[in-house]
């Protein structure tokens, strides 16, 4: 399975691919820093799900997943967010994304949460 890594947080695009840098079920195939990168490379390379932050600057996390899910809505989405409030993680889910994880988070929490929206 194809993996995008969307955060425009160098340090938690780094985080997450090092986490499937050895995980031979899933291949990271884009890293993205924003919604307008992010869309290109979905399109170019698409990914079986992403990891998305909500907070980027130009197009937002938001903005991305309702662009994603009309390109391919079998996309899963899994966004990884400091924002914790359920109004924004009951958005994103509505617009179609799978799942919601807060950021700070462990490796373990990490693919746990990832599983979970590969399982849907």
Same mark, same amino acid.
């Given at each position: ?6 955060? =425009? /947080?160098?340090?938690i695009?780094? !985080?997450?691919?090092r986490?499937? +840098?050895? =995980? /031979? ?12 990168? &992010?869309? +290109? ?6 990914? =079986? $799900? ?9 197009? %937002?996390?938001? +903005?991305?997943?309702?662009? $994603? ?9 899994? $966004?990884? /967010? &400091?924002? /914790? =409030?359920i @109004? @924004? ?8 994304? !799978? ?6 988070? @462990? %490796?373990e ?12």
């Amino acid at each position: 399975m194809k993996l995008m890594i969307v955060d =425009d /947080s160098n340090i938690i695009r780094s !985080r997450i691919e090092r986490v499937y +840098q050895n =995980d /031979s079920s899933l291949e990271v195939v884009a890293t993205a820093s924003n919604g307008r990168d &992010a869309l +290109q490379k979905a399109t170019h390379f698409l990914p =079986d $799900v992403i990891t998305m932050d909500l907070t980027m600057p130009g197009m %937002d996390g938001l +903005q991305c997943i309702k662009h $994603v899910e009309k390109l391919d809505k079998e996309i899963k989405i899994l $966004v990884i /967010s &400091a924002l /914790s =409030d359920i @109004t @924004t993680g009951l958005e994103a889910i509505e617009y179609g994304a !799978r799942g919601f994880l807060c950021k700070p988070f @462990t %490796d373990e929490e990490l693919v746990d949460a990832l599983n979970k929206v590969l399982e849907s």
